[in-house]
Structure formats: C-alpha cells, structure tokens
Nanobody
C-alpha cells in the first residue's frame, strides 16, 4: 500500500522560506502526477501546485505563482515544494497527494484526480 509522507513544515516569519518534501513507500514514478494542497483553519482544501511525473509539467495556484516551485527528484523518489516570500495567509496544513490516472488535458487536472494522500504537515507563517 502506497503511503505518502510529508516533511519540512514549521514556523517561519513573513518573507521567509520553507521546503516541503513528499516521499512514498513505493515507486513514485508509477504516478501520473503529484500535487500539493493546503487547508487553512475554517477553509476548504485548495490545490497549490501539481507536477506531471513524466515531463515535469507544472501548474500553480494564482496565489502562489512566482513564490512557490514544485519539483521532483526521480532518483530520490521525492517531490518538493519550495516556498519563498511566505505570507501569513500561507498558513495551513499542507498535503502531498498522488494521481494515477492520466488526463488528456493537463489543464483540467484537479483535486478529484488525486486519490492517494499524505497526513499533512503544518506550515505557520508569523506576521
């Protein structure tokens, strides 16, 4: 059974940086895509960034464009989310997730495509 494990969360000041990592117990390249999602208290979960495992095509939420970068390391079987210029509104539990089924149109990928989830890691940005 595939298990996704996130790490790298923590407390950081406004303007700071964190790098989240996601690893799995199986073979991460079996997935079509990996994604990072977040959920702030009292809010719905939202997609932050996705990456296609074959060609590293990426998608970002408008709120993080230019500040966050998603990447994959096939050799280490990990996916990363480099977060810079962090803001208090980035405070949330961040989840790593995996999608197995390919999409003909990458642009239509969304939360319902992601069927395997990690437990989450807390990111807190202080003002």
């Amino acid at each position: 059974q595939v298990q996704l494990v996130e790490s790298g969360g923590g407390l950081v000041q406004t303007g700071g940086s964190l790098r989240l990592s996601c690893s799995d117990s199986g073979f991460i390249l079996d997935f079509y895509a990996m994604g990072w999602f977040r959920q702030a208290p009292g809010k719905e979960r939202e997609g932050v960034s996705y990456i296609k495992m074959t060609d590293a095509k990426t998608t970002y939420a408008d709120s993080v464009k230019g500040r966050f970068i998603i990447s994959r390391d096939n050799a280490k079987k990990k996916v990363y989310l480099q977060m810079t210029s962090l803001k208090p509104e980035d405070t949330a539990v961040y989840f790593c997730a995996a999608a197995r089924e390919p999409r003909a149109d990458w642009g239509t990928i969304g939360e319902t495509d992601f069927t395997t989830w990690g437990q989450g890691t807390q990111v807190t940005v202080s003002s």
